[in-house]
């Protein structure tokens, strides 16, 4: 008879039904959305923050003084240590190597540039643009394209094995270089593949791949600094706490969480005589950005569930309100408060089942959408999600219905039938 | 009045002559709202919480900008100015900037030169001001500010070279000698852990060299800092005024991501809330369908009923949309204070739509049952059929 009676109350009325069913769909479907965006966001604005550049560099350990002003270095170029560019893809085989977007070798030289008789002295950085890498069986594109993404060339990027260059926008004016102009710079002729444009020092300089840069200073495979482009856990006090101090499970914890100075600490074992920092200026800010972005996504959550909370509430009160008569013909027909109420219940859980079920599809598509049209990437939700949601649809429908069943229920059948109400 | 009247009737009738005449319309209003008491308030309280949550949404979206513009702010200079084609700015050339920005940013000079130390080693040393400094670049790990003259703020790499045992060292520039004591270290990642900081008076004293570079935090759009360059442009003509490119890229870029989330959100919550609303609302005009029928059998107009109907819907929701909206503000002050450490202005702007907005939710929830109540003979619903 129960069974019955909650088969025929679904096939009886399907208006009633689809309507109380669609409101727990929505409030599902938003609800799913925003928790599926809440946990990804971090990640999202992460990548958005590495437009600003590496947060960490990575240099010889017995590197002398940097004497440079506005780009210009005074230091004989021969002077100080150098990294060895075949330590560089050991970067990727750190610990937390899919959090590193990026990195991009650094290796200024002078040169002379030799225009209309006379001779100047200009800098030259070799870097990788797009190059191609392997580390075991990943294969992967590095290069200032990635690490410094507002880097903008007018012309072409030259190719990481080719011979062309890019000059600087102001460099260029001053020289009157065009695209396929040809420069002579310390003997070797050399094609403006494009002109560059930085906003910063770059733009008084020649940058060139990395092989040329090499071959001039006469030192294959020497790097002077590395740019790390890593994603990192926003910087709290156990990340400050010096590696040494720690006992085993504690120091397995911070090796195991990204934070700038555990990513910078596997950097230094990584690659062989190096020392790999945080570049303060833009590892401590995006934490503080990132915190204050999850923060506010996480409150828009929650109100994005209370109201979800509240509509499905508000769609079974009236759901079960509008059947005052059925109930008090149970009643009258002689069943108790138990029946009646478990009646109710089992339609409610059934509803949240349903439309939970139906509503989790929908939000999953829907944080899809919402990935692909804000940050051009996927925004998926774990299946594992699904348990804790329906759980969640349940219990909220039988909070909502709660009160209106309770009052149905201590109704007189008399005033019921009577419509009297 | 005729005699057959009963004793209550004829106290109730007294009672009415006695009180105050108003309308027949408003008292209609005012008895359907206090009779179902519980019903009615149901109702507003769901308009309530969907105004509420609504302008707490908009007034977050409007806001949300400026909160971040000046986290933001914190990743130091947006704006370089130069000397053209590397000379020295003229002396005045922070206090006219300072003119430029007041209010709207902080600046900080600084002035570089190569010195030697006393053993011939080539050192960067920078002049600049430390108290504006402190406040433009605040991700300087600084061990200890220099306050008194003489003194240096020391780059971590530079430290090993001029003074590994924090004594007093040297320094010498075009055969001028400056002793300073350093006081404290400073941490960066870049450059200024090379580099010597002096301030700048102990600076021009010893090397005569004026500042090179003011960098400029400027808040505001986009628009607003593009202002701010020709401001400055005109103040000093003979600088060059640079934007620092990634900074302002990716403030552009995170700022707009973090707007469509949470526009999209706001959309998704509104949707919900209006939902709520409609659900609830429908039910609420859906069980007064005696009313409707007794009013129908008594003769009233199709738009008599309308118009009674419309008024109730726009009066709850006028009602529950100016609760709603300062409940609305005080939430969203509160997240603007728990996560921004700063409280979020409320945003009158908001209101006309709020209040609209819920007027349209709420005649949208009257106009479906009572058209699908139209086609029904009274007598049907009277019946309780």
């Not at chain 1, 972005?293 to 109100?303: D, Q």
Request: glycine fraction near 8%; aromatic fraction near 6%; charge should be positive.
């Amino acid at each position: 008879m129960f069974v019955r009676l909650v088969y025929e109350s679904f096939r009886r009325q399907k208006r009633r039904k689809l309507l109380a069913g669609a409101a727990i769909t929505l409030g599902v479907t938003v609800a799913t959305a925003m928790i599926a965006v809440a946990t990804d966001i971090g990640d999202k604005i992460n990548r958005e923050l590495r437009t600003i550049g590496a947060n960490l560099v990575v240099t010889p350990q017995e590197d002398t003084l940097d004497v440079e002003i506005g780009g210009v270095n005074l230091k004989p170029p021969s002077d100080g240590a150098f990294l060895n560019e075949a330590d560089l893809p050991k970067i990727k085989g750190t610990f937390w190597h899919n959090n590193i977007t990026g990195f991009a070798p650094m290796l200024p030289v002078s040169v002379t540039l030799q225009r209309g008789g006379k001779v100047e002295n200009l800098t030259l950085l070799g870097t990788y643009f797009a190059k191609q890498i392997s580390f075991g069986k990943e294969e992967f594109k590095t290069g200032v394209r990635t690490t410094h993404p507002w880097w903008k060339v007018s012309g072409s990027w030259p190719d990481d094995s080719s011979r062309d260059v890019l000059v600087g926008e102001r460099l260029a004016a001053r020289l009157s270089a065009k695209v396929d102009d040809s420069l002579v710079l310390s003997g070797r002729q050399l094609r403006v593949g494009g002109i560059l444009s930085t906003g910063g020092d770059e733009d008084n300089e020649i940058v060139a791949p990395l092989a040329l840069a090499q071959e001039i200073l006469g030192k294959p495979q020497a790097v002077r600094r590395v740019y790390v482009s890593a994603l990192t856990k926003p910087e709290d006090a156990f990340a400050r706490r010096d590696p040494k101090s720690m006992s085993g499970a504690v120091y397995d914890r911070w090796y195991c969480s990204p934070y700038p100075q555990s990513i910078a600490f596997q950097l230094r074992e990584a690659i062989p005589h190096s020392h790999a920092e945080q570049i303060r200026q833009v590892a401590q800010n995006e934490g503080a950005i990132l915190t204050r972005i999850e923060g506010l996504i996480f409150l828009v959550t929650l109100a994005a569930l209370f109201a979800s909370a509240l509509a499905v509430s508000a769609a079974m009160a009236t759901a079960i309100f509008e059947r005052r008569a059925e109930v008090g013909l149970m009643k009258a027909l002689g069943a108790g408060r138990v029946a009646v109420a478990s009646v109710f219940f089992a339609e409610a859980t059934l509803l949240a089942l349903m439309g939970g079920v139906l509503g989790f599809a929908t939000g999953g598509m829907l944080a899809r959408q919402i990935g692909r049209s804000i940050f051009n990437s996927q925004i998926t939700i774990a299946p594992v999600v699904l348990p804790v949601i329906l759980a969640i649809a349940v219990i909220v429908t039988f909070t909502g219905s709660a009160a209106a069943i309770r009052k149905a229920v201590e109704l007189d059948p008399v005033f019921a039938l009577r419509g009297e109400l | 009045m005729n005699s057959g009247t009963s004793e209550p009737v004829r106290d109730v009738i007294a009672n009415r002559s006695k009180a105050p005449h108003t309308s027949m319309f408003v008292r209609m209003l005012l008895r359907a709202a206090v009779l179902r008491r519980g019903r009615a308030a149901a109702a507003l309280l769901a308009m309530v919480v969907a105004a509420a949550v609504a302008t707490a949404m908009l007034n977050l979206y409007v806001d949300v900008q400026a909160k971040l513009r000046r986290e933001f702010r914190n990743y130091g200079a947006n704006l370089i100015l130069v000397g053209k084609d590397g000379a020295s700015l003229p002396p005045d050339a922070l206090s006219r900037a300072e003119r430029v920005v007041a209010g709207r940013g902080t600046s900080a000079p600084f002035a570089l030169v190569v010195a030697r130390t006393s053993d011939g080693q080539p050192v960067v040393v920078a002049g600049t001001d430390f108290e504006r400094v402190r406040q433009l670049d605040r991700w300087w790990s600084v061990s200890n500010w220099p306050v008194a003259p003489k003194q240096a703020l020391v780059g971590v790499r530079a430290l090993q070279l001029v003074s590994p045992n924090n004594h007093p060292f040297d320094l010498s520039f075009q055969g001028h000698t400056i002793q300073v004591t350093p006081v404290g270290t400073v941490q960066t990642g870049s450059a200024e852990d090379s580099r010597i900081y002096l301030s700048l008076s102990d600076f021009v004293y010893w090397t005569g060299v004026q500042p090179s570079t003011v960098e400029v935090a400027a808040t505001g759009s986009p628009e607003e800092i593009a202002a701010i360059m020709r401001q400055l442009q005109k103040a000093l003509p003979a600088a060059e005024v640079r934007p620092v490119r990634q900074i302002m890229e990716g403030e552009a870029r995170v700022l707009g991501k973090t707007r469509a989330t949470l526009l999209a959100a706001t959309a998704l919550i509104i949707l919900t809330a209006a939902l709520c609303v409609l659900s609830t609302l429908m039910g609420w005009v859906f069980d007064r369908r005696r009313d409707f029928a007794i009013m129908k059998a008594l003769g009233a107009s199709d738009r008599l009923m309308n118009g009674f109907f419309a008024a109730e819907a726009a009066a709850l929701g006028a009602t529950g949309a100016l609760i709603g909206f300062v409940l609305g503000v005080g939430i969203a002050a509160w997240i603007g204070r728990v996560n921004f450490h700063a409280a979020v202005t409320p945003r009158f702007s908001v209101l006309p739509l709020v209040v609209a907005g819920s007027m349209v939710v709420t005649l949208l929830a009257a106009i479906v049952p009572i058209s699908s109540l139209r086609r029904v003979q009274p007598a049907v619903i009277l019946r309780g059929e």
